[in-house]
């Protein structure tokens, strides 16, 4: 019997995890994985996002993490590149992969939003909000 070959799922271009979750092989060690790296560059930077690769495999993308920083004088703000990793081994990726900009995602999530969704994923049936279970 010959197998099916399944299509590739595309990543919309401005996806973020959130967005893609019910396509990914493991959601929750995959989000762990995520959160794991954004925890270490925001102890190195004091903050901490991550963006999906777009165009890689549905299952497993590639991300990137960043940090914002504020200049103290005029308050404008800069996106730094911390590391692009592997979303398969979750290995950090060679440099030149940050830089091809159609890689990523334009949407970020922060590290809270990243942190509340791993959250759902561990306890589905729990409201969303304090308020959910009130009329």
């Not at 777009?54 to 200049?71: F, H, Q, S």
């Amino acid at each position: 019997m010959a197998t099916k070959r399944v299509p590739q799922k595309a990543i919309a271009a401005d996806s973020t995890i959130a967005d893609v979750i019910d396509g990914l092989d493991k959601p929750i060690e995959y989000v762990r994985r995520v959160l794991e790296k954004l925890e270490r560059c925001k102890r190195a930077h004091g903050d901490a996002q991550v963006r999906m690769g777009v165009r890689g495999r549905a299952e497993c993308p590639n991300y990137l993490i960043e940090y914002v920083r504020e200049d103290a004088k005029t308050h404008e703000r800069t996106t730094h590149q911390d590391a692009a990793y592997s979303g398969s081994t979750h290995r950090e990726l060679a440099p030149h992969h940050i830089e091809a900009v159609k890689n990523w995602s334009p949407e970020e999530m922060n590290i809270t939003a990243v942190s509340a969704l791993i959250g759902r994923l561990r306890n589905p049936r729990a409201p969303s909000s304090r308020f959910a279970d009130e009329d």
